[in-house]
């Protein structure tokens, strides 16, 4: 009984977290991509105007698995949203 506690806490934590993360992956690459739309740019020019702090958040961004991951839902869901406007 014990254990089944801790899993399902455990897994409680771990949800409420992703969710969290996701929400700020999709906030960040929504901005961004205003970022990109107001500026006028292609992604490849907005890598190359990067400032340091960019480059850094970015490669953070990709480093950890978990981050990752959420971005990668954070993508699909802001990829869902955008095709349906």
């Not at 801790?6 to 961004?32: A, N, R």
């Not at 400032?51 to 698995?65: C, I």
């Not at 991951?69 to 990829?79: K, M, P, R, T, V």
């Amino acid at each position: 009984m014990d254990l089944i506690l801790i899993i399902s806490v455990t897994g409680l934590i771990i949800i409420t977290g992703l969710g969290f993360i996701v929400k700020l992956q999709y906030d960040y690459i929504e901005g961004m991509e205003e970022k990109r739309n107001k500026l006028g740019l292609s992604q490849g020019e907005m890598n190359e105007r990067a400032t340091l702090q960019e480059d850094v958040n970015n490669y953070f961004m990709r480093a950890n698995p978990l981050i990752a991951i959420s971005g990668f839902i954070a993508w699909l869901i802001y990829e869902f949203k955008k095709r349906r406007k």
